[in-house]
Each structure stands twice: as structure tokens, then as C-alpha cells.
């Protein structure tokens, strides 16, 4: 089947999964570091002290998603995706309402819980499961939306900053979540539980069987997978998470830095779409150890230029890996570990990610704090994505002979 009979064919479930990833966008990091400077200025933070209160909130909503996000191998995505998004529209009024810097680090678990957490949690696991031989098109289709958002809502949110009180940018916000809630349990009324699904599909993993989280935990493949997860959540979380800091040092103004961030998403996008289209064909084990090498080039090139062209062709590696990363790693757990507890295994690996994007702008925001700037610490940052490939090298190479088919 061609892509445009693929979408036809499935256009309901493909558009529930973008509207949900762009939906995503309002506890994303990309979205909340546009209003890092009016916050920082508003309660008198400094990066150590915004990377602090940002890592705080964000680890905690990694803890809390390790429960939470096993409710997607019970419960159905309209409804799951419905109480999701109307929690991600109180935490908008909530960092609207802020009353002070206290209370910034239970926003940020909030946003970055119902945001980045579930939201997109509910969306990969819904594709993984739905679909089995094309899986990998259906993941780079519903992770559109994460790109459309990281295309349009920042730019669009500079701009608003200069025209509107930043509070009431937020208050924007969870209006349109609320308006979304309906729209999406439109599209999902013909959903099927996912029991009945996973009992249908019956894509086992390695040794021929379907893995338990807690099985799935114990298995040296996972953790050796672990750098790989963590490395782009961490440092791209923090690219974006110190986007007004980099700026800055680098001579350029927040617009122009911005400016860039289409062209990311453009190539984020072709890399998605690529990366689906080669899974569906070759299967995840080949890809895996090489998505994380571009991400490597394009942090040593933006770290080393003051050229904003230059950054650009930067961005765009970061986008190769980036966009592949969105598709490649939701395909592996249901490949290597089977679709019955996709939900429970892909929940501890989300976290794993959520975690990362703490631990990011923390250790990003002290190292500024301590006279290093960002763009001195890319360098430095890229050798830890080759060190993550090597060890996802060394693990597929391992595992994929234990899988019941040749890979």
C-alpha cells in the first residue's frame, strides 16, 4: 500500500496520533525555554537556579509516568487522551496563575507530565500497537505533530511576547487543549480497546514471546539502549532549554536563533518520514547504532561557529537524528519485546527520556552558572552520543539473533 492509500485508509487513527504530538508541544521544552527570560527576569532566577526548578518538576513527572503510563495497555486512547489533555490545559491556567517561584517546580511537572509525558506516550503506543507492518510509517506521520509545533509555536510565541503579557499567552494555551478535547474524541469513536488489539496483532519479540516490563527491566539489551534514550531527550532538551543563553554568546539575537528552528523542523520531518519507511523494510536493528552520529556532528559544528548559516547546516544534522529518534526507538520495543505490554515497557522507557530532559538543562544551567557556556559544553556533549552508539552497537548486534526472524 502507498503512503496516500496509507493515510486514507487510516486517517482518523494517523490524525488522533499528530494531534496529539502537537498537542505535546505545551509541556515541551522547545515551547516553555521561549518564556525562560521572562520568568528568570519575573522571580530573579538564575540558569542554575531556572535548570534547577526545571529538573525538579521534570524528574518528578519521569517518576510518576513509570505508573502512570501502564494505563495505555487498559484503557483506550479517546478516553486517556481526552482527561490528558484537559489536565495539560489546567497546568497552562496554572503557569498563568503562578504565584511565585515555589510554586514554578509543581507547574513544571504539570506541563511536562500531561505534556511531554503522556500525551506522547498515549500517541506512540496507540501507533505501535494499531499497526504492525506499518508501524513505522504510522509513527512518523503521528510524530508530525511534535514537528509542526517545534516549527510554529515557538516563532509564534516570540511574537506574541512582544504584543501580550506572558500569562495570558498561557491562558491562549489551554484554551485551544480544551477545544482539542472534543476534536480528538471525534476522531477516535471507532477505536478498539487494547486488549482486543494486542490479542489480535500478536507481534511477539525476541525468543518468539511477548515481554513483561519487569522481564524487559532485567534484560541487558535495555540497558544497554539506555545511553541512546537519554542522549538526545538530555542535550537537545537542553539546546532548546538554553536557546536565550546561546544566543546571547553567540552574537545573534533570540529572533534569528529561532529563524532556524523551520529549517529543523522541515529536515526533522524528511527524517521521520524516511526513517518510517526504511523500518517497515529493513526492521529497527540496523538503524539503531546510527541515528545518534549526526546529532554528534551537528553539536560540535553550532558549538564551534559564530556563523548562523553554519548553525543552520548544524541544526539540520541534529534534525536527521532527531527526526529518526521520534520513529525508530517506539518501533524497537515493539519489535525486540513484542505488542502485549508495549505500554508498560515503552512507559519505562519514556521515563528513562524524561529523566534525560531533566538532567539536561540541570547540569547545562550549573556548568553556565560556573563560567562554562553552552557553546563550549557541545563539544564536549557530542562525544557522549558516540559513546551511546557505540553501546547500542555492541547490544543489537547481540540481540538480533535472538529474534524469531532474521533481522
Same mark, same amino acid.
Not at 503579557?165 to 471525534?186: C, D, E, Q, S
Not at 522541515?266 to 524516511?274: D, L, N
Given at each position: 500500500?502507498?503512503?496516500?492509500?496509507?493515510?486514507?485508509?487510516n486517517?482518523?487513527?494517523l490524525?488522533?496520533?499528530?494531534?496529539?504530538?502537537?498537542?505535546?508541544?505545551?509541556?515541551?521544552?522547545?515551547?516553555?525555554?521561549?518564556?525562560?527570560?521572562?520568568?528568570?527576569?519575573?522571580?530573579?532566577?538564575?540558569?542554575?537556579?531556572?535548570?534547577?526548578?526545571?529538573?525538579?518538576?521534570?524528574?518528578?513527572?519521569?517518576?510518576?509516568?513509570? @505508573?502512570? *503510563?501502564?494505563?495505555?495497555?487498559h484503557?483506550?486512547?479517546? #478516553? !486517556?487522551?481526552?482527561?490528558v $489533555? +484537559?489536565? /495539560?490545559?489546567v497546568a497552562?491556567?496554572?503557569?498563568?496563575?503562578?504565584?511565585?517561584?515555589?510554586?514554578?517546580?509543581?507547574?513544571?511537572?504539570?506541563?511536562?507530565?500531561?505534556?511531554?509525558?503522556?500525551t506522547?506516550?498515549?500517541?506512540?503506543?496507540?501507533?505501535?500497537?494499531?499497526?504492525?507492518?506499518?508501524?513505522?510509517?504510522?509513527?512518523?506521520?503521528a510524530?508530525?505533530?511534535?514537528?509542526v509545533?517545534?516549527?510554529?509555536?515557538?516563532?509564534?510565541?516570540?511574537?506574541?511576547l512582544d504584543?501580550?503579557? @506572558?500569562? *495570558?499567552?498561557?491562558?491562549?494555551?489551554?484554551?485551544?487543549? #480544551? !477545544?482539542?478535547?472534543?476534536? $480528538? +474524541?471525534? /476522531?477516535l469513536?471507532?477505536?478498539?480497546?487494547?486488549?482486543?488489539?494486542?490479542?489480535?496483532?500478536?507481534?511477539?519479540?525476541?525468543?518468539?514471546r511477548?515481554?513483561?516490563?519487569?522481564?524487559?527491566?532485567?534484560?541487558?539489551l535495555?540497558?544497554?539502549?539506555?545511553?541512546?534514550?537519554?542522549?538526545?531527550?538530555?542535550?537537545?532538551?537542553?539546546?532548546?532549554?538554553?536557546?536565550?543563553?546561546?544566543?546571547?554568546?553567540?552574537?545573534?539575537?533570540?529572533v534569528?536563533?529561532?529563524?532556524?528552528?523551520?529549517?529543523?523542523?522541515?529536515?526533522?520531518?524528511?527524517?521521520?518520514?524516511?526513517?518510517?519507511?526504511?523500518?517497515?523494510?529493513?526492521? +529497527?536493528?540496523?538503524?539503531?547504532p546510527?541515528?545518534?552520529?549526526?546529532?554528534?556532528?551537528?553539536?560540535?559544528?553550532?558549538?564551534?561557529?559564530?556563523?548562523l548559516?553554519?548553525?543552520?547546516?548544524?541544526?539540520v544534522?541534529?534534525?536527521?537524528?532527531?527526526?529518526?529518534n521520534?520513529?525508530?526507538?517506539?518501533?524497537?520495543?515493539?519489535e525486540?519485546?513484542?505488542t502485549?505490554?508495549?505500554?508498560?515497557?515503552?512507559?519505562?522507557?519514556?521515563?528513562?527520556?524524561?529523566?534525560?530532559?531533566?538532567?539536561?538543562?540541570?547540569v547545562?544551567?550549573y556548568?553556565?552558572?560556573?563560567?562554562?557556556?553552552?557553546?563550549?559544553?557541545?563539544?564536549?556533549?557530542s562525544?557522549?552520543?558516540?559513546?551511546?552508539?557505540?553501546?547500542?552497537?555492541?547490544g543489537?548486534?547481540?540481540?538480533?539473533?535472538?529474534?524469531?526472524y532474521?533481522?
Open positions: 500500500m502507498g503512503i496516500i492509500q496509507f493515510i486514507r485508509a486517517a482518523p487513527f490524525a488522533a496520533g499528530a494531534l496529539l504530538t502537537f498537542c505535546s508541544s505545551f509541556g515541551q521544552t522547545y515551547l516553555i525555554s521561549v518564556f525562560a527570560g521572562v520568568i528568570r527576569a519575573e522571580y530573579g532566577l538564575s540558569h542554575g537556579d531556572w535548570g534547577l526548578v526545571y529538573s525538579i518538576g521534570t524528574f518528578a513527572s519521569a517518576i510518576v509516568l513509570v @505508573w502512570a *503510563g501502564v494505563l495505555t495497555d484503557f483506550r486512547a479517546r #478516553l !486517556l487522551g481526552a482527561v $489533555l +484537559t489536565m /495539560l490545559a497552562c491556567v496554572s503557569m498563568a496563575l503562578v504565584p511565585g517561584a515555589w510554586a514554578l517546580p509543581i507547574v513544571i511537572f504539570a506541563l511536562r507530565f500531561a505534556g511531554q509525558g503522556m506522547t506516550h498515549i500517541a506512540v503506543v496507540a501507533m505501535a500497537r494499531w499497526f504492525v507492518v506499518s508501524r513505522g510509517k504510522a509513527l512518523s506521520i510524530s508530525m505533530g511534535v514537528a509545533g517545534e516549527a510554529l509555536l515557538p516563532l509564534l510565541s516570540v511574537w506574541m504584543i501580550a503579557p @506572558w500569562r *495570558g499567552i498561557w491562558i491562549a494555551y489551554a484554551v485551544f487543549l #480544551l !477545544l482539542m478535547v472534543p476534536v $480528538l +474524541t471525534r /476522531l469513536r471507532l477505536e478498539r480497546t487494547p486488549q482486543s488489539v494486542a490479542a489480535e496483532s500478536q507481534a511477539v519479540g525476541m525468543l518468539d511477548h515481554w513483561t516490563r519487569g522481564q524487559a527491566f532485567r534484560h541487558w535495555f540497558w544497554l539502549i539506555v545511553p541512546m534514550i537519554l542522549g538526545p531527550s538530555a542535550w537537545s532538551t537542553a539546546f532548546f532549554f538554553q536557546q536565550v543563553h546561546l544566543a546571547e554568546t553567540k552574537g545573534w539575537s533570540h534569528q536563533l529561532v529563524s532556524l528552528f523551520p529549517i529543523f523542523t522541515v529536515f526533522g520531518v524528511i527524517s521521520m518520514i524516511v526513517s518510517g519507511w526504511v523500518i517497515d523494510r529493513v526492521g +529497527t536493528a540496523r538503524l539503531m546510527m541515528i545518534q552520529l549526526p546529532m554528534a556532528l551537528g553539536f560540535v559544528i553550532i558549538g564551534l561557529t559564530d556563523g548559516a553554519i548553525a543552520g547546516f548544524g541544526m544534522l541534529m534534525a536527521i537524528s532527531q527526526g529518526a521520534s520513529t525508530l526507538p517506539n518501533a524497537f520495543w515493539a525486540f519485546y513484542g502485549r505490554h508495549m505500554g508498560a515497557i515503552k512507559a519505562m522507557a519514556t521515563a528513562v527520556m524524561v529523566f534525560g530532559s531533566a538532567v539536561g538543562p540541570l547545562t544551567g556548568l553556565i552558572d560556573s563560567g562554562i557556556n553552552f557553546e563550549d559544553q557541545m563539544v564536549g556533549i562525544g557522549y552520543f558516540i559513546f551511546a552508539a557505540v553501546l547500542t552497537w555492541i543489537v548486534s547481540r540481540a538480533r539473533r535472538l529474534l524469531p532474521a533481522a
